[in-house]
């Protein structure tokens, strides 16, 4: 595997960093996110799905939750959130199409969007982004941690 997930987790979280309109970024199911002591929104969640490996990659599926909190009171910043949050899945979609990652990934097929209304102990809505990445795996049996394994290649 040329990037290994936690390299991936990086590159998420550096891309949430420093996109201006991101303010907090969480590897793992979105529930854990949100019942956090205090999380600053707008929230990026990145959460890995099942995914599976063939001769040339390594491919997973990554759940993309961007949100925002709002007031019960004026529902109408639901609106507001909603189109802010497609616009970050958009910029999400285009970074991961630039050069610093066509070395090691692609994403396979169009991307899924949906957007939600989370009630729960924050008021929250955005949308959630399904994208199936390939990290590209150039099998390479000499790397792998072995001590005197005779894969009988000779």
Known sequence: MDKTLNQIKKEFGEI?????????????????????????????VATVQPGSMDDESISFNVQLVICDKYNESDYSQVDEIHSDCLQICNDIRITLKQYRFEDYLSIEGSISTDPFI??????????????SLNIYDAEDWCAIPFDNYDFGND
Do not use: K
């Open 16 to 44: 949430a960093t420093e996109h201006r309109q991101i303010n907090s970024f969480f590897w793992g199911d979105f529930v854990d996110a949100i019942n956090r002591d205090s999380v600053d929104y707008p929230l990026l």
């Open 118 to 131: 989370n009630r729960g102990n924050d008021m929250t809505a955005g949308w959630t982004m399904n994208i």
